[in-house]
């Protein structure tokens, strides 16, 4: 069977950037330096990306392109059944992750009508924690535009028009980075924002933590993309003379710009504004509807940005509904629009529970998380850190060989970073992936 390939590396790297960079690094990247300290969480985050973040990056894009499968299929052809699991914990992964990413994919969707009707636009800080809370809370206004989302996320996956997608979100990515660099601007010159800078940018190197070591790997992997066969679907697609070393670090580059301009936007403004840095998952959406009510022109911004950062998460939420999409159909045989229906179906009642557990159901707590925390506590933390481990292991012991061939240059020969990627793979990943998770999770 001929499978479909990106048109060029440039077409590859910009699907694979429009997957990573998402509400990842615009929504949940500031919250989450900000609940772990600030300028050492930043120092943190970094590590890890330029180090196992960019090395599993390699790893699953590599057998990806050398397997020409999506997870279950490719782990079954490199190590027989048993590490096929490995696969269906990635689209289970997966699944889990895409019911809560469609709620706050529902909350741009929201806050981008809002902008358009020009009532969100407040510098108050009780008003704009107010706003968020109340929609957050209410039973029902959330769940129709968490609907929303994950249609329109099935529509785009269903008629097969990601190659369309992805040509306008080039254009459409361009801007969302123009417009922020203009964000930025405008929020490091409000009055008090340099505290929010240094806040931002000064590592405090006596907070370092287990838990927030486990933070900064959960996000780099959410970020990035990586642990649960994404990369690796994309990576299947990529012709056989495709780059991929360079291709993951085009990938991470980006991403790893992405947040860091999100942070220059969002916590400089956080600290201008009064909000308390560690506010949460309603960060991003309580701080920007002040940075604009300082600006002329604040609608047209307000439902720019709105709609850019719907589009950016839109893009993500098409790589994860096509690994699941694919998985039904490689492995059960459904056509695709059964399959797109039935898991649109199943991700948009789970997601009505994770939104519900924001509000009228916060009162249910597992080890003091609501459903949505541990929706994500349980892809972010354990899930794809055990998917990073079990692809490293896969390349590093048993297909070392064909991979390093395969990311050989044309005339045969060896990298010098080689041997350095290997031992990531074979020890040093696996090893501090594991560290990190057992200490966290058996520390109590
Ligand atoms: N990286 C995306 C974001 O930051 C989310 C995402 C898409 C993702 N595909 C993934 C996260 C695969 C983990 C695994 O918004």
Known sequence: MDRATWSSRLGFVMAAAGSAVGLGAIWKFPYVTAQNGGGIFLFAYLL???????????????????????????????????????????????????????????WTIFYFV????????????????????????????????????????????????????????????????LLILILIVRSLTLPNAMEGLVYFLMPDFGSISARMALEALGLAFFSLSLGMGCMLTYGSYVSDDTNIASSAAYVVGLTVLSCIMSGLMILPAVFSIGLDPAEG???????????FAHMGGAQFFAALFFFLLF??????????????????????????????????????????????????????????????????????????????VMISLLVGWKIWGPVSRRLSGADGAAYWWFGIFRSFCRYIAPFLILLVLVFQHVRA
Not at 120 to 147: A, C, K, M, N
Not at 281 to 291: C, H, I, N, Q, S
Not at 332 to 360: D, E, K, P
């Open 311 to 388: 589009v950016a998460a839109i893009t993500s939420a098409v790589s994860l509904l096509e690994v699941v999409v694919s998985f039904l159909i490689d492995e059960f045989a459904v056509s695709r629009t059964r399959a797109v229906i039935l898991m649109t179906a199943l991700i948009f009642i789970l997601g009505v529970f994770a939104s519900l557990s924001l509000g009228i159901w916060g009162g249910y707590t597992l080890f003091g998380m609501n459903l949505f925390e541990q929706l994500d506590y349980v892809t972010c933390h354990i899930m794809m850190p055990f998917g990073g």
């Open 281 to 291: 998952p309603g960060l991003t959406f309580m701080t920007m509807p002040a940075v």
């Open 114 to 177: 809002k902008s358009v009707q020009g009532s969100v636009i407040t510098s108050d800080v009780v008003q704009l924690r107010r706003v968020f809370e109340v929609f957050v809370h209410d039973p029902f206004e959330p769940l129709w535009y968490h609907g929303a989302f994950i249609a329109l996320t099935a529509a785009v996956v269903l008629s097969g028009v990601q190659q369309g997608i992805e040509r306008v979100s080039k254009v459409l990515m361009s801007l969302f980075f």
């Open 48 to 106: 890890t990306v330029f180090t196992m973040g960019i090395s599993v990056m390699i790893a699953e894009m590599a057998v990806g392109q050398i397997s020409q499968k999506s997870p279950v299929g490719a782990y079954r052809f490199f190590g027989g059944i048993s590490w096929s699991a490995v696969g269906y914990t990635g689209v289970l992964c997966g699944f889990l992750i895409l019911s809560f990413y469609s709620v706050v994919g529902g």
